[in-house]
């Protein structure tokens, strides 16, 4: 079948597959029940079952969510994830349960060592983590959750407390990332993208030697179907990554896989605004980190946008050559107030072209190019559809001006994270869910989009970072 037939074929599946929305009432208390069962006493983990323990931007992502059920419960959350907080300023992207049993979840404490083998790096002592990060979301999640509540967030001095912490996270980021040397922030492993097995990470990892199957055992498959998942030969590179890492004792920049990516990189933008924010609030001035960010946006454009792609590429630090695959990474950049004009108008006609199709062939925002030979509806970050990214595009298409396409991509992440159990991902074109259900990030961003459409105003007074008004 040619791809024109199978798109027809998929629209017509999207349109059986429809269901009528929920209302906001029986929406709101399914969200709030999701979280309420992913709730550890400190924290929330993303699924019971495939992700046990607390994962760093699906925590910012939850206390988004959690701020319009529990303001107090929100900051918890974010304060419990930057509690493992190393001494040279990563946060790290897995904080480790240890009542949870090590076969629960692989990679598991005992292949990162991070107390002994991060000990250079000043990996906590009293807990277990990872020793990658994972994308720097946090601040952001910090200003909205102190928004909610500013009362309680002032009397428990929440923002002045976690203002230092975020703001090494930043400089670790900025300093110790900056693998080319002009300011972006280089992941050093696809897990801390966020887009673990995206097609665009498949060039740099050509390079990786895997780690022999028999050396690790993966826990994933005992909850997911194996085609939803990454291959066994992309997890034998992914762990060879981290392994090599480790050895190397968590030092940045030796390494065979170091990437410039767009959404990290504007999300750290973005950030680095909010933190500008909390600054302000504590009596101290922001000037400086807006200036900074502004600056970066410009930097992110020399490096990462691609005119002829009409959205912005990743960059190979080790080859220095933009990698020419079209990921919803690239739209992330639109959450940004500084682009030019002509970028955003750009980017808006990819989003809704062929290769993305929203609003016309797909329901939400898929993670990878309809025409890219690598497209799999249902391969994780192969083309299946979020509910993350399509919350940060909602915010940038909002900030642009795009109301009308806000609006529709809002009702649909409500509708299709209602309709698929709150599934971890789905079909972009049917909807239908892939990977675990309950899924706390799909849960908590349903509630915060919920909020924003079905009441008056909203509690997000964050008019750069998002934009527009709901009224």
């Known amino acids: 079948m040619d791809r024109t037939a199978q798109l027809t074929t998929r629209r017509a599946e999207r349109d059986i597959a429809y269901d009528p929305p929920p209302t906001a009432d029986s929406l709101h208390v399914r969200a709030a029940r999701v979280l ?8 929330t983990v993303p699924s019971r079952e495939l992700y046990p323990h607390q994962w760093s931007w699906d925590s910012a992502f939850i206390a988004v969510g959690l701020r319009h059920l ?25 904080v480790f349960n240890p009542s949870v049993p090590l076969d629960a979840y692989f990679p598991s404490p005992d292949f990162w060592r991070s107390s002994t083998t991060g000990h250079t790096a000043g990996a906590p002592r009293t807990v277990q983590t990872s020793g990658i990060v994972q994308p720097p979301v946090h601040a952001l999640a910090a200003w909205l959750v102190h928004c909610a509540d500013p009362g309680l967030s002032r009397a428990r001095g929440f923002l002045a407390r976690v203002h230092p912490r ?48 028999r050396s690790f055992r993966r826990a994933d498959l005992d909850h997911g179907a194996a085609q939803d998942r990454p291959t066994d030969l992309d997890y034998g ?54 200036a900074r960010a502004e600056r970066l946006t410009g930097v992110l454009v020399d490096r990462l946008w691609d005119p002829s792609a009409g959205m912005f590429l990743c960059r190979d630090v080790c080859d220095g050559r933009l990698i020419g695959e079209r990921s919803v990474s690239g739209l992330i950049p639109l959450l940004l107030p500084g682009l030019p004009r002509g970028i955003t108008t750009a980017m808006v006609g990819t989003l809704t072209g062929p290769h993305f199709g929203l ?55 409500l509708t299709t994270a209602a309709g698929s159990g709150f599934a971890e991902y789905v079909d972009p074109y049917t909807g239908t869910a892939c990977g ?4 706390s990030w799909t849960a908590a961003l349903a509630l915060d989009l919920l909020h924003a459409t079905h009441h008056d105003t909203t509690v997000d007074d964050d008019r750069t970072v998002r934009g527009g008004d709901r009224g």
């Open 36 to 43: 309420e069962g992913n709730w550890t006493g400190a924290s």
């Open 70 to 94: 529990s303001p107090l419960r929100a900051q918890t959350e974010l304060e419990t994830l930057l509690a493992a907080q190393w001494g040279d300023g990563r946060i790290p992207h897995i």
């Open 166 to 213: 975020l703001a090494a996270w930043h400089r670790y980021l900025l300093h110790r990332r900056d693998l080319g040397g002009t300011g972006l922030a280089s992941v050093v492993h696809p897990w801390e993208q966020g887009m673990d097995n995206s097609p665009c990470w498949d060039l740099p990892l050509a390079r990786v030697d895997p780690a022999p199957a």
């Open 237 to 290: 590179r992914y762990v060879r990554l981290a392994a090599d890492y480790r050895d190397g004792h968590y030092a940045d920049g030796a390494g065979d896989f170091a990437v410039e990516d767009p959404a990290f990189n504007a999300l750290l933008i973005a950030s680095e605004h909010a933190l500008a924010r909390i600054a302000h609030e504590l009596g101290a001035t922001g000037t400086a980190r807006h």
């Open 359 to 413: 609003g016309g062939s797909t329901r939400l925002v898929p993670s990878y190019d309809l025409l890219g030979e690598a497209f799999d509806p249902h391969r994780y970050w192969r083309g299946p559809a979020w509910f993350n990214t399509a919350w940060l595009v909602e915010r940038g298409l909002r900030l642009h001006g795009e109301r009308d396409r806000a609006d529709a991509l809002a009702e649909a992440v």
């Open 436 to 439: 675990a259900t309950g899924f």
